[in-house]
Nanobody
């Protein structure tokens, strides 16, 4: 399983970006898909995640109201819409998918995409 993340870039505070995650297999093979980020000198942290079957979503408190995780089943893509970006959102963003094999969850990570918010 491979996850390809894209859409990062350099933006000014207050602007928007949309990240995309393309899994090599169907998104329905995953139990959960989500986005994490890691800034220099910090631990990787959850940004947003989505239960594929039920559609429930969870967000980090720091991004609630500004970021939205969504998916397009027809395009087999998962997105992270990031609005009202702040300098503290600067990080490498990673797409993650969890597959349940009947006994445990197996994590799959994509390569990160850099998001830089700076004036």
């Amino acid at each position: 399983v491979q996850l390809q993340a894209s859409g990062g870039g350099l933006v000014q505070p207050g602007e928007s970006l949309r990240l995309s995650c393309a899994p090599s297999g169907s998104i329905f093979s995953f139990a959960v898909m989500g986005w994490y980020r890691q800034a220099p000198g910090t631990q990787r942290e959850l940004v947003a995640r989505m239960q594929i079957a039920g559609g429930s979503r969870n967000y980090a408190d720091s991004v609630k109201g500004r970021f939205t995780i969504s998916r397009d089943d027809a395009k087999n893509m998962v997105y992270l819409q990031m609005d009202s970006l702040k300098p503290e959102d600067t990080a490498v963003y990673y797409c993650k998918g969890d597959v349940f094999d009947g006994k445990r969850y197996i994590d799959f990570w994509g390569r990160g995409t850099q998001v830089t918010v700076s004036s």
